[in-house]
């Protein structure tokens, strides 16, 4: 009888740790994958402007676009934009959070390449356009242009970008859609957030 009581109460004991273990992974999960703060936090705005090669550097002052670097590789035939994205610096910012500006043609839905940085869709990507489905899935950019500018999300605003898509009929601003995307130091993207288009 006590050998079978010993064995109730180990049982027990095992099956209360597996819950508790459970628990405490399921929270660690939670508090790992919770943004530092929220899309509403960043009151982001944005302006885009086609330019053309010869006036880039004038279009990209008019619209208050600095620090842009080097231009955005791309054919001589592209339609070039400069753009600039407004935020507050949000509270809970770490050093480790870090703002991705995408800009996505909406008619053909395809990703703009906004610089000279990276090659192929960041792994952050593949997931979101599951989450929003206004986000298409990555598909546009060429090799050798990046996808996305990147500034760390404590660094105060506003966001250069400039980029190219292919040249093509009818293409406006209205066209565009710039995306804000918050992800953590693991690569974890937090929220996408349409801020125009």
Same mark, same amino acid.
């Given at each position: 009888?006590?050998? /079978?009581? *010993?064995? !109730?109460?180990?049982?027990? #004991?095992?099956?209360? !740790? ?13 508090? $790992?994958? $919770?943004?530092?703060?929220?899309? *509403? ?11 053309? @090669? ?6 990209? $002052?008019?619209? %208050?676009?600095? =620090? ?25 910012? %770490? ?9 996505? =043609? ?27 489905? @206004? /986000? ?20 105060? +605003? ?12 009818? &293409?406006?601003?209205?066209? &565009?859609? !710039?995306?804000?995307? #918050?992800? +953590?130091?693991? %690569?974890?993207?937090? @929220? ?6």
């Amino acid at each position: 009888m006590r050998a /079978l009581r *010993s064995r !109730v109460r180990l049982v027990s #004991l095992l099956s209360l !740790v597996a819950v508790l273990a459970s628990v405490a992974w399921v929270a660690y999960r939670h508090w $790992r994958d $919770r943004p530092p703060f929220s899309v *509403s936090a960043v009151h982001a705005t944005a302006t885009v402007r086609f330019t053309e @090669w010869s006036r880039f550097e004038q279009d990209a $002052r008019a619209i %208050g676009a600095e =620090d842009l670097g080097a231009r955005p590789a791309g054919r001589p035939d592209d339609r070039l934009f400069v753009g600039r994205l407004e935020h507050r610096t949000p509270t809970g910012a %770490g050093d480790q959070d870090v703002f991705h500006v995408l800009v996505v =043609d909406k008619r053909n839905e395809r990703f703009a390449g906004v610089g000279n940085l990276t090659q192929g869709p960041p792994s952050y990507l593949a997931g979101l356009s599951q989450r929003y489905p @206004w /986000l298409p899935a990555p598909r546009g950019a060429e090799d050798g242009q990046a996808w996305s500018v990147a500034v760390p999300a404590n660094r105060p +605003g506003p966001i250069s970008f400039a980029g190219g898509l292919p040249a093509s009929q009818g &293409l406006t601003e209205a066209d &565009l859609m !710039v995306v804000l995307v #918050l992800v +953590g130091q693991d %690569g974890t993207a937090y @929220w996408a957030a349409r801020v125009s288009g």
